[in-house]
């Protein structure tokens, strides 16, 4: 977006507070790593007769305020199912069906996880969790790919000949970073994997897609989707020249 002022200044120090309304588009949120970033500016000119042109600016972080009511696709809940037969020192075959009640959870909050497991193998067998994000990032045609654990965790044993359903409270880390799914140069994903230890075999495994949101907030709040977390302060010391947004525009989000 881009702004004109066609003001001359005359000599002395002018103060010029604004407003800007983001674009209501589907603009991904503020990242940053060694392998790309997404970068949010304010830039101010000032251009003087045979001079070059002054520049100042500064970054703010720029937060998606998605909720689980915005979007049908976080509703959907999701399901997987497995079997493997067992081989060399066990005998028998173990089956795993998961389900959770939606795609969507914000940071801090529980996922329900209920599995079906049907133990009919000669050992036991333990149900295991695991929390984990993707980084991919995209450029000149080629793929570049970074996971990284959130968290891992272990259920009861199921003995041999046993069938149980099993519900397991996974609580999302409050620190955890947001999905971005709405960026061409990069994603940030998350999955959910439920797997048997099956002693001397390969685990079998599902995977949930999960889409991580900003800590829940009340869905009736008027505010618009997208928010300013932060801003550098202007570098010429004069900032409690600037009054406070609310000083002009009446309300303040």
């Known amino acids: ?130 929390l984990y994000e993707k980084r991919s990032y995209f450029a000149k045609g080629r793929r570049k790919t970074r996971t990284t654990d959130i968290l891992k965790e272990v259920g009861d044993a199921v003995p041999p000949s046993a069938g149980q359903a099993v519900t397991r409270i996974i609580t999302i880390p409050p620190a955890t970073h947001a999905s971005i799914l709405n960026c061409k140069i990069l994603k940030r994903e998350h999955r959910l994997r439920v797997s048997l230890d099956v002693k001397y075999a390969s685990d079998p495994e599902i995977k949930l897609p999960i889409v991580i949101l900003q800590a829940s907030q009340d869905p009736d709040d008027a505010c618009p989707q997208y928010s300013v977390l932060s801003a550098l302060p202007p570098a010429n010391g004069i900032a409690g020249m600037y009054p406070s947004l609310t000083d002009f525009n009446g309300s303040s989000c």
């Open 1 to 130: 977006m881009t702004f004109k002022g066609n003001d001359i200044i005359d000599r002395g120090c002018h103060v010029y507070p604004f407003t800007f309304q983001i674009p209501a588009e589907d603009l991904p949120s503020s990242f940053k790593s060694s392998s790309g970033k997404i970068v949010y500016k304010v830039e101010a000119i000032l251009k003087r007769s045979l001079k070059v042109d002054s520049k100042a600016k500064a970054h703010f972080t720029l937060v998606h305020n998605g909720t689980i009511h915005s979007d049908l696709m976080l509703k959907a809940p999701q399901y997987g199912n497995t079997e493997k037969k067992m081989k060399l020192f066990s005998s028998g075959a173990v089956a795993l069906d998961v389900n959770i009640e939606r795609t969507g959870y914000h940071q801090g909050e529980g996922i329900k996880v209920v599995a079906y497991i049907q133990n009919s193998s000669s050992r036991d067998i333990k149900p295991k969790y695991h």
